[in-house]
Protein backbone atom coordinates (compact mmCIF):
# COMPACT_ATOMS: atom_id res chain seq x y z
CA UNK A 1 0.00 0.00 0.00
CA UNK A 2 1.74 3.33 -1.13
CA UNK A 3 1.65 5.81 1.65
CA UNK A 4 -0.88 8.33 0.47
CA UNK A 5 -3.40 5.28 0.35
CA UNK A 6 -2.27 4.42 4.03
CA UNK A 7 -2.31 7.65 5.27
CA UNK A 8 -5.78 8.34 4.07
CA UNK A 9 -6.96 4.57 5.17
CA UNK A 10 -5.32 5.60 8.73
CA UNK A 11 -7.11 9.47 9.05
CA UNK A 12 -10.52 7.46 8.13
CA UNK A 13 -10.20 5.13 11.10
CA UNK A 14 -9.25 7.85 13.46
CA UNK A 15 -12.19 9.73 12.19
CA UNK A 16 -14.79 6.73 12.29
CA UNK A 17 -13.22 6.23 15.92
CA UNK A 18 -14.00 9.82 16.43
CA UNK A 19 -17.82 9.64 15.30
CA UNK A 20 -18.23 6.23 17.82
CA UNK A 21 -16.26 8.39 20.73
CA UNK A 22 -19.12 11.24 20.43
CA UNK A 23 -21.78 8.78 20.18
CA UNK A 24 -20.72 6.60 23.32
CA UNK A 25 -19.67 10.61 25.27
CA UNK A 26 -23.51 11.13 24.33
CA UNK A 27 -25.06 8.57 25.77
CA UNK A 28 -22.64 9.18 29.09
CA UNK A 29 -24.18 12.19 29.52
CA UNK A 30 -27.74 11.35 28.79
CA UNK A 31 -27.65 8.82 31.84
CA UNK A 32 -25.64 10.89 33.83
CA UNK A 33 -28.22 11.00 36.45
CA UNK A 34 -28.99 6.82 36.09
CA UNK A 35 -28.12 4.74 39.59
CA UNK A 36 -25.77 2.50 38.85
CA UNK A 37 -25.09 3.38 35.12
CA UNK A 38 -21.46 2.79 34.27
CA UNK A 39 -19.81 4.85 31.44
CA UNK A 40 -18.58 3.31 28.29
CA UNK A 41 -15.06 4.54 27.10
CA UNK A 42 -13.77 4.11 23.15
CA UNK A 43 -10.51 2.06 23.11
CA UNK A 44 -8.87 2.35 19.52
CA UNK A 45 -5.91 4.20 19.29
CA UNK A 46 -3.99 2.01 21.47
CA UNK A 47 -4.61 -1.06 19.99
CA UNK A 48 -3.88 0.66 16.94
CA UNK A 49 -0.52 2.03 18.06
CA UNK A 50 0.36 -1.55 19.38
CA UNK A 51 -1.03 -3.05 15.91
CA UNK A 52 1.73 0.13 13.74
CA UNK A 53 4.23 -0.88 16.21
CA UNK A 54 4.95 -4.68 15.36
CA UNK A 55 4.99 -3.94 11.76
CA UNK A 56 8.04 -5.26 10.91
CA UNK A 57 10.20 -5.32 14.17
CA UNK A 58 10.94 -8.82 15.03
CA UNK A 59 12.48 -9.43 18.79
CA UNK A 60 15.95 -10.06 18.91
CA UNK A 61 15.16 -13.86 19.41
CA UNK A 62 11.61 -15.79 17.74
CA UNK A 63 10.65 -18.95 19.31
CA UNK A 64 9.46 -21.61 17.14
CA UNK A 65 6.35 -23.33 17.97
CA UNK A 66 6.35 -26.38 17.81
CA UNK A 67 3.12 -27.49 18.29
CA UNK A 68 -0.02 -25.34 17.59
CA UNK A 69 -1.18 -24.66 21.29
CA UNK A 70 1.89 -22.83 21.57
CA UNK A 71 2.09 -19.51 21.95
CA UNK A 72 4.02 -17.36 19.78
CA UNK A 73 6.71 -14.30 21.28
CA UNK A 74 5.57 -12.39 18.25
CA UNK A 75 3.02 -11.88 16.04
CA UNK A 76 2.44 -9.00 13.36
CA UNK A 77 -0.92 -7.36 13.44
CA UNK A 78 -1.81 -5.60 10.43
CA UNK A 79 -3.45 -2.18 11.70
CA UNK A 80 -6.21 -3.11 9.46
CA UNK A 81 -7.75 -5.21 11.28
CA UNK A 82 -8.10 -3.29 14.71
CA UNK A 83 -11.43 -2.90 15.31
CA UNK A 84 -13.18 -0.04 17.57
CA UNK A 85 -14.31 -1.11 20.89
CA UNK A 86 -16.65 -0.03 23.31
CA UNK A 87 -15.72 -0.42 26.76
CA UNK A 88 -17.76 -0.97 30.10
CA UNK A 89 -15.83 1.05 32.97
CA UNK A 90 -16.62 -0.52 35.85
CA UNK A 91 -13.25 0.39 38.22
CA UNK A 92 -14.70 3.85 38.95
CA UNK A 93 -17.43 5.73 40.71
CA UNK A 94 -18.16 9.17 40.85
CA UNK A 95 -21.61 9.63 42.62
CA UNK A 96 -23.49 7.81 45.87
CA UNK A 97 -25.88 6.32 43.47
CA UNK A 98 -23.27 4.14 42.11
CA UNK A 99 -23.00 5.71 38.59
CA UNK A 100 -19.62 6.81 37.09
CA UNK A 101 -20.19 9.34 35.16
CA UNK A 102 -18.75 12.87 35.56
CA UNK A 103 -20.21 15.54 32.90
CA UNK A 104 -17.39 17.71 33.52
CA UNK A 105 -15.09 15.42 32.47
CA UNK A 106 -17.36 14.18 29.75
CA UNK A 107 -17.66 17.55 28.22
CA UNK A 108 -13.80 17.99 28.38
CA UNK A 109 -13.86 14.94 26.77
CA UNK A 110 -16.25 15.58 24.15
CA UNK A 111 -14.65 19.02 23.14
CA UNK A 112 -10.90 17.28 22.80
CA UNK A 113 -12.80 14.82 20.45
CA UNK A 114 -14.43 17.50 18.76
CA UNK A 115 -10.86 19.34 17.88
CA UNK A 116 -9.43 15.67 16.65
CA UNK A 117 -12.14 14.90 14.16
CA UNK A 118 -11.71 18.51 13.36
CA UNK A 119 -7.47 17.53 13.00
CA UNK A 120 -8.53 14.57 11.19
CA UNK A 121 -10.34 15.97 8.37
CA UNK A 122 -7.82 18.87 7.80
CA UNK A 123 -5.45 16.60 7.59
CA UNK A 124 -7.43 14.39 5.08
CA UNK A 125 -8.21 17.41 3.38
CA UNK A 126 -4.03 18.14 2.94
CA UNK A 127 -3.32 15.46 1.91
CA UNK A 128 -5.67 15.71 -1.30
CA UNK A 129 -4.77 18.98 -1.76
CA UNK A 130 -1.80 17.57 -2.47
CA UNK A 131 -2.60 15.08 -4.86
CA UNK A 132 -4.10 17.85 -6.46
CA UNK A 133 -1.06 20.34 -6.80
CA UNK A 134 0.74 17.39 -8.34
CA UNK A 135 -1.30 16.38 -10.91
CA UNK A 136 -2.30 19.93 -11.96
CA UNK A 137 1.67 20.70 -12.17
Do not use: C, W
Not at 18 to 23: I, K
Not at 28 to 41: E, G, H, M, Q, S
Not at 96 to 103: E, K, M, T
Amino acid sequence: MNTFARTIDLLHRAMDASTVRRQVIANNLANADVPNFKRTVVNFESELKRALETEGKRPPLELKTTHPSHFPNYKERDYRDVQIRRVLDYTSTYNNNGNNVDPEQEFMLATQNQMSYTLFAQAAAFEFSQINQVLRG
